[in-house]
């Protein structure tokens, strides 16, 4: 992990290059920000520091929570902003701002519809097993349920609509001065400085979980856990913003996942557990309700020996996760181990036989366990699955508190005219820790903020 310094300095009386709206980061909230301001007439510029786009989106699974979307509407499924609102604000235990819940909800349906009516981008909601916390099925992803796939789609898409991203440019100074932003000042792969003036300026560079000095001070429950995230997630924008004195809010609130593959750092999808998986220590023995999500897993995972834990499962419950690259990929890598019993699935990972049978032939069928957790009425069997795993920090869900316009608040709660701040730059709604974090929140404040940003005059 890279340390990052604030740099913040009044304009130079000449910029290299300037333009209307400048956007640092072509992630999903940047480029969705670049599509909406090109729409409402702006010209655009987004800079990006990677050679290619990708960030964290393309190591996510690229799922995006929408309520009420005709894509739902066509399955049978009834949502609505409302219901989604609620939910996010019940996994957060109230603590989110209700204005920007209400907001994100509100406008992620009318946001599918208009980037698969628009840009003909093929959303569909996956509706064959529940996430967490959902009271409906809203994910919503592009065909082989991935990041990079969202990613590409998303900048061929600003592409063919002729809008610029240069690459291999990454911000280090903010121009500040009289309470407005004037630009930023980039380096290139050479070492070389370019500095750009912008009209207006998108934040949309993510959050501070790729900083480790950041990640102990704001969230050390986390801090030994395997960085999954991005590296450039260095928190210029949280520095910045401290600097100019922006309100920040929920810094020791973050994305976990207790579900990465070890050693081989593949993501497992969350549904190996929500279709009836359980998780297991090096002792053979279950140790939490699996059913509270995969964000607060990680620091659960993180705590028992080794800092490791084994999902189990069954083919049943792996022929649904195979809709997801990132589980086909584990499957060649051989990381999902199977057996047709449970004392050879135990061999397999060097578990204790006796305790890890008994664990497993205990999971009670359409009941209550012992650590609150319901189970169905379909209970696993032969073949059976598993995979060795551990706990992760993805992303921060802290950062620069907004208004309805996705500007970035001062200390005092007015707006700056012309700063504007999107995904894991802003403050999300996931309340103030690992535990509110529900299924997709990432995204959602993403390509929400994101929209509602590069639409703003």
């Given amino acids: 992990m890279i340390e990052t310094r604030a740099d913040t300095a009044p304009p130079p009386a000449v910029f290299d290059l300037s333009c209307e709206t400048l956007i640092i980061g072509a992630g999903a909230g940047g480029l969705v920000a670049a599509l909406a301001a090109q729409e409402a007439g702006q010209s655009v510029l987004v ?3 990677d050679a290619v786009p990708s960030g964290s989106t393309a190591l996510s699974a690229g799922l995006i929570p929408a309520a009420g979307t005709r894509a739902q509407q066509a399955t049978g499924i009834d949502d609505s902003a409302e219901l989604f609102a609620t939910d996010i604000q019940s996994k957060a235990n109230g603590e989110n701002q209700q204005g920007l819940v209400d907001r994100l909800a509100s406008h992620s349906g009318p946001l599918i519809d208009w980037l698969s009516d628009t840009y003909e981008l093929p959303f569909s909601v996956i509706s064959n097993f529940d996430y967490p916390g959902h009271s409906r099925r809203r994910m919503h992803g592009l065909p082989t349920r991935s ?9 061929s898409t ?18 500040y001065q009289n309470g407005r932003v004037h630009g930023v000042s980039v380096t290139r792969p050479d070492g070389g400085v370019e500095t750009i003036g912008s009209k207006k300026l998108i934040l949309a560079c993510n959050g501070f979980g790729g900083n480790r000095e950041l990640v102990s001070r704001f969230i050390p429950s986390i801090e030994n856990g395997l960085w999954f995230g991005h590296d450039g997630n260095r928190g210029e924008a949280l520095l910045w913003g401290q600097e ?26 969350w549904a190996v557990i929500a279709e009836g998986g359980v998780q297991v220590n090096c002792r053979g023995e279950r140790f939490w309700n699996e059913s509270q999500g995969y964000s607060e897993a990680a620091r659960v995972v993180l705590a028992q020996p080794e800092g490791q834990a084994y999902s189990i499962f069954d083919s049943r419950i792996a022929a649904v996760a195979r809709q997801f690259e990132d589980f086909k990929r584990a499957e060649t890598a051989g990381a999902i181990k199977t057996s047709d019993t449970l004392e050879g699935l135990a061999r397999q990972f060097d578990l204790p036989t006796d305790t890890f049978v008994q664990t497993i032939e205990s999971i009670p069928e359409n009941g209550t366990d012992a650590f609150n957790r319901k189970f169905g009425n379909e209970p696993l069997r032969p073949p059976y699955c598993g995979v060795r795993v551990t706990g992760a920090l993805f992303h921060t869900q802290g950062g620069l508190k907004t208004d309805e316009h996705a500007r970035v608040l001062n200390e005092n709660g007015v707006a700056f005219p012309n ?36 639409q703003s005059e």
Wanted: hydrophobic share 40%; net charge negative; with cysteine.
């Fill in 419 to 454: 700063l504007f701040a999107c995904g894991g730059a802003a403050c999300g709604v996931s309340g103030q820790s690992d535990s509110g974090y529900l299924s997709g929140n990432g995204l959602l404040s993403a390509v929400v903020l994101g929209k509602l940003a590069g």
């Fill in 244 to 269: 100019i004195g922006a309100d920040l809010g929920h810094l020791g609130s973050y994305q976990g996942h207790g579900n990465v593959a070890h050693p081989h750092a593949i993501l497992i999808t």
């Fill in 47 to 49: 800079i990006e520091a």
């Fill in 147 to 155: 990041g990079t796939e969202l990613i590409d789609a998303l900048r």
């Fill in 158 to 175: 600003c592409e063919a609509c002729g809008i610029d991203i240069i690459c291999e440019r990454r911000a280090h100074r903010l121009f």
